[in-house]
């Protein structure tokens, strides 16, 4: 086979090296790493100006100390009832919404008919109450459950108006961590002779377990550093002591970190600031095991 | 009928009727003929299909012979998938979806009300278009459909081996069946999903159009298969692809969609016979315009 050479006029049409770049390309890639750059230069000066201002108490006088009112009292203070107060509401905020959510996604996702009035209705309502202000949660614990139940100012209550804040969250997430799941695999789940809830069990929810993991995690890191609803429901009286039951008495380190700055005197900031570091480092491993469960299931796929 | 050379001479000679173009049916001398009496494990009986209102599908009228593989051929949009996938109660994930005639599966109407759609399909397996092994290890793939179907076994190990073999996947999957089966590639993948078809130990296995995604290596080695697992199981698959029909199937139906005077496709059985006489001798002049290439 002979080959032809190119005539040099339509060589020097067809140039292959490369172009001057094209503005709107640099321009658009610039703008996006500026953004980029503004919000994490926001959280990295947050965190170094919290580091900074809390840096002498940040010790273990946080954990092994209760909080105290006393300016004369303040080199022995620390915030341990706050931290334990925390663990448990928390704990018990995951306990009743992340099962509760949940199984009302899946029910909405796989169970229920769309088409029906009442369903849409029932999705439109939980889309809702994701934007309510949390302080309206606050005054729903106070009058129905801390007064019309009985409950008190108790951890119960607290984990119950948390859990609802942040019940929507679950729900939405979980709902489109299901919907992501291909519907090639039901087909082929329900074409070997499965019923609806062993597809649900065995493939839809295991594949859907990253995007459940993520939203679940983050609601509750939300919850975690919700302050206006628990300042309804008691937490902001002075504990000194940690809970010892769903029953009793409890506070938070928002709502310890507010009582802090509310004080007149410096060193009650510093320890307000270190409280604050303190909580951010909580939901930063709370949202580092969310990415870690993300990966290690997204891993499998 | 040859071509005689036209004589110069012979003015009136009629002009030569050219041959039509048919179909080779290849070296399909291992597959014996089937009877001309059916052996019926499913009987179609003057059915219909809609989707809501929209008739998608009317007129079919089929046995499928037991293990005899048949084909549903046409064109595309002519209900064969539809017609497919009411064998094994599918069609009920469709909203809207609703079966008017009878459809007998050893002499049971499959839509009576009190027939549990999951028992026919522990009975009735099928393979997908698009391979869709389930995000899980090879082992847990086969091994998925005994245990949803309540099987205790302490051999699951055996169950697993056996279904790979026969599904011709065994040699390349033995050391490492604990990896993800979205590892394989596109050929071995749907050879996996026809393992955890068998697996179930199903009578009857539908195939739709089980090839179409696949590259031609693949597709001769799935269509092996069919002839293997026919020995076994009965088979109805559907497919695009007239010679594999022809290579692979005992007896086919062609399938073509009419446009009513709405603008409408409904699809509607034209023939239904031994793939020999449809490829060589087909009674309706629609079937032979399909097989010929005329259309679709």
Known sequence: ?????????????????????????????????????????????????????????????????????????????????????????????????????????????????????????????????????????????????????????????????????????????????????????????????????????????????????????????????????????????????????LDSSYTTLPIQIFNLIKQPSEEFHQLAWAAIVLLLGIVLIMNSAAIFIRNKFQKRI | MANAPINPTDVGTPPVEQPVNKVTIGDVSDRREPPA???????????????????????????????????????????????????????????????????????????????DPIEVRRRIGMVFQKPNPFPKSIYDNIAYGPRVNGLKTKNMDDLVEQALTRAALWDEVKDKLKESALALSGGQQQRLCIARTIAVQPEVILMDEPCSALDPIATARIEDLMHELARDFTIIIVTHNMQQAARVSDRTAFFTAEVDDKGERHGRLVEFDRTSQIFTNPNDKRTEDYITGRFG
């Open chain 1, 1 to 245: 086979m002979t080959t032809t050479t190119v005539p040099a006029r339509a060589a020097a049409s067809v140039s292959l090296r490369k172009q001057r770049t094209r503005p709107a390309d640099l321009a658009f890639k610039l703008a996006l790493q500026a953004c980029l750059l503004i919000a994490f230069a926001f959280l990295v000066s947050l965190i170094v100006f919290a580091v900074y201002q809390g840096w002498p108490r940040l010790d273990s006088r946080l954990w092994t100390d209760m909080p105290t009112s006393r300016i004369s009292r303040i080199d022995t203070a620390g915030v341990q009832s706050a931290i334990f107060g925390t663990i448990w509401v928390i704990t018990a905020t995951a306990a009743i919404c992340l099962p509760t959510g949940i199984a009302a996604a899946v029910y909405l996702e796989e169970y229920a008919d769309n088409t029906r009035w009442y369903n849409r209705l029932l999705e439109l309502n939980i889309q809702n109450l994701a934007g309510v202000p949390s302080i309206v949660y606050g005054i729903l614990g106070l009058g129905v459950i801390a007064r019309g139940f009985g409950l008190g100012f108790t951890v119960i209550t607290a984990a119950i108006t948390l859990a609802l804040l942040v019940l929507p969250i679950v729900i939405i997430s979980t709902r489109e961590a299901i919907r992501a799941v291909p519907n090639s695999i039901r087909q082929g789940s329900y074409a070997l002779g499965a019923t609806k809830w062993q597809t649900t069990r065995r493939q839809v929810l295991p594949a859907a377990i990253p995007g459940m993991a993520t939203g679940s995690i983050l609601a509750l890191s939300r919850a975690i550093g919700e302050a206006a609803p628990l300042l309804l429901l008691g937490a902001s009286t002075t504990i000194l002591f940690n809970p010892d039951g």
């Open chain 2, 37 to 115: 009496e059916i052996d019926a494990v499913i009987e179609v009986e003057d059915v219909s299909v809609y989707y809501g209102a929209y008739e998608a599908v009317r007129g079919v009228n089929l046995q499928i012979g037991y293990n005899e593989i048949t084909a549903l051929i046409g064109p595309s949009g002519c209900g064969k998938s539809t017609v497919l996938r009411c064998f094994n109660r599918m069609n009920d994930l469709v909203v809207g979806a609703r079966v008017k005639g009878r459809i007998t599966y050893h002499g049971n109407d499959l839509y009576r009300a009190d027939i």
